[in-house]
């Protein structure tokens, strides 16, 4: 296949890179959108400290002159091999510039804005549409919903084969996107070796350190002493990973290099917390809010990587300014004895809304079990999705061997970029 046709066949997959915030029940399909033509600009109006735009399709938009200049494109004032503004316009401009001339080209390609000093920005509408407030809610890349799910989702999983990721990508964009506005993905064919995970991350960006390291081994069935009940066959009540950091690594990587026999045996468990938390907030209102506002101590202390004592404070759930949730933080094996502030008589009921919302997880319209294969990997957005496990038996021979990884959001988005600039995706 051409490059131009591979390009061709990738454009369905332009992403949004403003973290999804569910809002609503989503069809099991991918969030991207194809970018609209841009509009050229049909007129450019100078009015007190503003410029009104009128674009071709009719719509309008109105920017301070103070912007326009701010983000003027000549070199005097952006290095476009560095991208970065060389001035501050705190320093060297006038809070209530206004220009001496605002000129359209007949094609309506170009706006040109002279200032008093005799300087001249020169704007592509291409460049005006991207980026000018207010136009990028209808021209940039959108991304407020995310697909919610509960315990039906195992069927439609998004399942992605590891070596068209590791040598595509188009596909490994693909991929991030489905990350993103699924939660849940599952990886197969790996090879059933160690370390596997660690090259499947670098292959993006690199591993998040933490204090288990750049990866973790976990092996039950051994002679090995566990450190953690997670390397046991204990249950494993559904959490979120290492919510004892101010920023827990926004993606786990649970790769299943050896496994027991059975259909069952060393099965994992999976809910999607915004698809719960949605559901507590229109049962409960005030539930939903005591886990918004009142923040959980969460804490671990040991030695692994490193000697470690960590603790942090956060509400199980995160809101955004408008309200949406942004983030779903629940452990409930490191959840310290200590709460914020004064609760008082509301402590009483902060533990009635756990218990709502722990309920709700657990349930059988929320949560699904998998058991994994060798050569699987789940990828978990891990500030949203849960995961855990039941008891289950080792008998002699048996092992179960995985490795747990991490990566940061920013890394992950950040190759997402670099892939469509280079398949130059809108």
Not at 103 to 121: E, F, N, R, Y
Not at 126 to 132: F, M, N, Q, R
């Amino acid at each position: 296949m051409s490059a131009i046709a591979r390009l061709l066949g990738r454009r369905n997959s332009i992403l949004s890179w403003v973290k999804p915030l569910c809002t609503a029940s989503a069809p099991a399909t991918s969030n991207v959108r194809l970018q609209p033509s841009l509009p050229s600009v049909a007129s450019a109006r100078s009015s007190d400290q503003n410029l009104t735009i009128t674009w071709t399709d009719g719509r309008t938009v109105t920017v301070p002159f103070i912007y326009l200049r701010d983000n003027c494109q000549e070199k005097e004032s952006y290095d476009p091999h560095f991208n970065q503004r060389t001035f501050n316009p705190a320093f060297s401009v006038d809070l209530h510039i206004r220009p001496t001339a605002v000129d359209v080209d007949s094609s309506g390609d170009v706006v040109t804005i002279t200032w008093p000093d005799g300087h001249a920005s020169r704007f592509q509408s291409s460049w005006l549409a991207k980026h000018c407030p207010g136009r990028k809610s209808h021209y940039g890349r959108v991304g407020d919903t995310c697909h919610r799910w509960g315990s039906e989702y195992l069927p439609d999983m998004p399942r992605f084969e590891y070596s068209p990721l590791m040598r595509d990508d188009g596909s490994l964009l693909e991929f991030i996107e489905r990350v993103e506005s699924h939660g849940l993905v599952l990886v197969e064919d790996m090879p059933k070796k160690a370390h596997e995970v660690v090259r499947f991350m670098e292959r993006i960006a690199y591993p998040r350190i933490t204090n288990y390291g750049s990866s973790s081994t976990i092996i039950v069935g051994t002679d090995a002493t566990p450190t953690r009940i997670g390397y046991t066959s204990q249950s494993l009540d559904l959490h979120t990973d290492l919510p004892f950091y101010s920023q827990p690594p926004g993606i786990a990587l649970l790769h299943t290099i050896e496994h027991l026999p059975g259909p069952t045996q060393g099965g994992n468990l999976f809910a999607d917390g915004f698809h719960v938390a949605e559901q507590l907030r229109e049962k409960n209102p005030s539930a939903f809010q005591l886990l918004a506002s009142q923040p959980v101590l969460y804490l671990d202390k040991g030695k692994d990587y490193i000697e470690f004592n960590l603790e942090y404070w956060q509400p199980v759930i995160s809101l955004n300014s408008s309200g949406k949730i942004a983030s779903f933080q629940y452990n409930n094996h490191i959840r310290g004895p200590e709460f914020a502030g004064s609760l008082g008589e509301k402590l009483f009921d902060w533990y009635g809304a756990w218990y709502e919302i722990s309920r709700l997880l657990h349930s059988p319209e929320n949560m699904f079990r998998f058991k994994m294969h060798a050569g699987q990997m789940v990828v978990i957005d891990n500030s949203r999705v849960l995961h855990g496990r039941p008891e289950f038996e080792v008998n002699p021979g048996d092992v179960r061997h995985a490795e747990l990884a991490y990566m940061g959001w920013d890394e992950v988005r950040s190759k997402a970029r670099v892939i469509m600039d280079k398949l130059q995706m809108e």
